[in-house]
């Protein structure tokens, strides 16, 4: 192992654990009004092209900390789609 290869590991472990303290914020107290779904569509469509370029290449640091990272985006938009729509509601009744 090279030590780039210690430093692409060190980036994706960061990068992929970077959202999950969003998301368990999220999760607990169900406020999502902060956050930009515009955003999160852009980070999330960034990370898809980033785990394509990774497997283009077959390098598997790039693939795996992609495809955690592309994970946890996935997961904080549909709890931010939930959260968002069920405020709504909420607020209609």
Do not use: H
Not at 27 to 52: A, E, H, N
Not at 63 to 69: H, T
């Amino acid at each position: 192992m090279e030590s780039w290869d210690l430093v692409g590991i060190a980036a994706g472990s960061l990068t992929m654990f970077g959202f999950y303290p969003q998301i368990i914020k999220m999760y607990r107290t169900k406020l999502v009004g902060d956050l930009s779904l515009p955003m999160l569509l852009q980070y999330t469509t960034g990370i898809f092209l980033w785990l394509l370029y990774g497997i283009y290449l077959k390098n598997s640091i790039l693939i795996v900390s992609n495809a955690v990272s592309l994970a946890s985006f996935l997961c904080g938009i549909a709890l931010y789609l939930k959260y968002n729509n069920s405020r709504g509601v909420q607020g209609n009744m």
